[in-house]
């Protein structure tokens, strides 16, 4: 069974109307979508870490009414120990379980959910018209007559993982469609998320919000290949059926403890360091960041390759793409992983 909350009220309207469960909930987070887990017998009990598996929170993220779980914090269970869910329930109660072990005390059954938002017919999940799940239906969102600011798009930027806002203006000229309203004041004030600042029942409007987020463009790959006069050969963030090149010889990745990933060349060598991302926007250009310096080349075919004649002890150091590209009239940058050049078997 689910509960209507409505916590708030505006000129004897209800200003936050919220869908929840009478038997489980996630506590301690930053709303309704992510905490501790607890159950109700009773009483409201923790449950500890390890009681369920993925499809466990895949069942209890969709019984709040949120997205897919993101996060689950602590150990997950390959078989849950309290939960053993199949993945179809629209209750985690519905599950088959044994006795919950109740944790006063130590790790608790922590869950991230994503929040029930997207941005559509944009030309990345980081940027389109803004819409919301709620009460289990997808409508566009538009906001009362209190106003949009950009510390709104700034939250909702961020409950989408998407970075921080570049642009959020109200649109009009929408189909005329159903929609759900928000208050933006409540967002402000009370630090909510957008899901839990819904107003009342949705009507028609052609009105809604485009948004765009700095988290743009997807993250470049940098790798590196040593052709000539090695005694060993390593190739990072790529995988072995992507060489083409019979000459080229593969090995394992260093990982140092700090997670770099390095890579190790002979004085003399030659080597190629290719800049790449995944097709998503044409054109740009790839610069990349070298102990000898800055090089800058244009993105052909979503890549740029970097070649070096003679490794010396000026090659010596760390590597990073950084992929620029024009969008909308804005400038978008993003950054790979950084990779470390060390010589010889140092």
């Known amino acids: 069974m689910r509960v209507h909350v409505c916590r708030l009220f505006w000129f004897g309207e209800c200003d936050e109307v919220l869908s929840v469960s009478d038997s489980v909930r996630l506590v301690g987070g930053s709303g309704l979508c992510s905490g501790s887990l607890q159950i109700w017998d009773r009483s ?20 709040l009414g949120c997205n897919a779980p993101s996060v689950l914090q602590g150990e997950l269970s390959p078989l849950g120990t309290t939960f053993h869910c199949e993945g179809h329930e629209s209750a985690l109660m519905d599950c088959p379980r044994s006795r919950p072990k109740i944790c006063s005390s130590g790790p608790h059954e922590g869950v991230i959910c994503s929040e029930p938002l997207r941005l559509v017919e944009g030309a990345s999940r980081c940027v389109g018209t803004l819409e919301l ?26 409950d989408l993982d998407c970075g921080s806002a570049v642009s959020g203006p109200q649109k009009d000229g929408f189909p005329v469609t159903t929609v759900w309203v928000i208050s933006p004041v409540c967002i402000r004030r009370r630090k909510s998320k957008v899901r839990e600042c819904v107003l009342g029942q949705p009507f028609p409007s052609r009105y809604g919000v485009k948004l765009m987020c700095s988290d743009l463009l997807n993250r470049p790959v940098l790798s590196l290949y040593v052709t000539v006069g090695v005694s060993q050969v390593q190739v990072s963030q790529v995988q072995d059926s992507q060489i083409q090149d019979s000459q080229i010889q593969v090995s394992q990745v260093q990982v140092s403890q700090v997670g770099v990933q390095v890579v190790r060349v002979q004085l003399g060598s030659q080597f190629l360091v290719q800049c790449s991302v995944k097709p998503q926007f044409p054109g740009g250009s790839f610069q990349l960041l070298s102990p000898s310096g800055s090089h800058t080349l244009p993105a052909v075919n979503h890549s740029a390759h970097f070649l070096f004649n003679h490794t010396g002890r000026a090659h010596k150091g760390d ?19 950084r990779l470390e050049l060390r010589l010889g078997g140092t």
């Open 44 to 63: 409201w009990i923790s449950v500890c870490e390890g009681a369920l598996d993925l499809r466990g929170a895949e069942v209890l993220c969709r019984e």
């Open 133 to 158: 799940r709620h009460r289990g239906e997808w409508r566009r969102v538009t906001f009362d007559r209190r106003g949009w600011t950009e510390e709104d798009s700034a939250a909702v930027c961020r």
């Open 319 to 337: 590597y990073t793409c950084v992929y620029h590209l024009q969008v909308f009239n804005h400038s978008f940058t993003s950054k790979s992983e």
